[in-house]
């Protein structure tokens, strides 16, 4: 049966989108992801995102990987979600959606979506990283020569080395620019490659430069491959709240397979 897909982008971090509203996508079928996802042989994209019905709110999400396995929370995933309802007729500007990790209100206003992120209340601090978890698990940290390192290498090794193993983490390389501007680089769990920007992880890096005291601002730009991206929050007895991811969401294309 022919399938229509679509395609968009939030900085760089790319994504096929399905209307799985009739719930026809054979959601168990890894394979078959993993060769939507395949920049070769499939569509190409970091992950691959169902919209579905849910019964009180405007819609659900379900993500995938590029390696085809569903997953945690994606910041951007849910940010191009939000504006591909929109284009399809299923929101206005606002949104109220379930992912994994709970429920995300949105807005979005001329390409600009602004997404809430959960509240975090635990930031692990080791002495050379930060470890904590915005809808799916972030180890952050410095790196002075991020204009120029071996990414895959070194984010590989943190990811699959102890204490991360086998189910990993996502790993952000970041360099301060200002109080208010921090360049970042993301390690992709599950894409097993740089991404040009990781939504979950842009976030990780601006809550865990506030709680290392590397900023006092609470609305931080940072700056990645693929553009850049806003986080703002409220911090409330080291509690991590009203966060929002703030950023760019585009449609690319649509086709059928
Ligand atoms: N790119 C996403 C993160 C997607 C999930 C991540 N790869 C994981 O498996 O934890 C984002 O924008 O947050």
Not at 18 to 42: M, P, S, Y
Not at 176 to 200: H, M, N, P, W
Not at 209 to 214: D, F, G, I, R, V
């Amino acid at each position: 049966m022919q399938q229509t897909f679509y395609k968009y982008q939030g900085t760089g971090n790319d994504f096929v989108m399905i209307d799985n509203r009739q719930e026809t996508f054979n959601k168990k079928d890894t394979k078959h992801i993993a060769f939507l996802c395949d920049r070769r042989f499939g569509i190409g994209a970091d992950g691959l995102i169902l919209l579905e019905n849910h019964p009180t709110l405007d819609f659900k999400m379900v993500y995938y990987n590029a390696d085809g396995n569903e997953s945690t929370m994606c910041g951007n995933g849910g940010r191009c979600l939000v504006a591909f309802a929109n284009q399809l007729g299923v929101i206005k500007d606002k949104a109220v959606f379930e992912a994994i990790d709970g429920l995300h209100h949105a807005t979005i206003n001329n390409g600009i979506v602004k997404l809430q992120m959960l509240d975090v209340d635990v930031v692990e601090k080791h002495e050379n990283h930060v470890f904590l978890n915005t809808g799916s698990p972030h180890h952050v940290e410095f790196e002075d020569q991020i204009e120029n390192f071996d990414i895959k290498t070194k984010g590989a090794k943190i990811r699959y080395g102890a204490p991360y193993n086998e189910i990993g983490s996502n790993v952000n390389f970041v360099k301060k620019i200002s109080d208010q501007i921090f360049a970042v680089r993301t390690y992709e769990r599950g894409v097993e490659d740089e991404t040009l920007s990781c939504g979950t992880g842009v976030t990780a890096v601006a809550l865990a430069m506030h709680a290392l005291k590397q900023t006092n601002e609470n609305l931080i730009t940072l700056k990645v491959q693929g553009g850049e991206l806003q986080v703002s929050f409220d911090v409330e007895n080291g509690v991590y709240k009203n966060v929002w991811l703030i950023g760019p969401a585009t449609y690319v294309f649509s086709g059928t397979l």
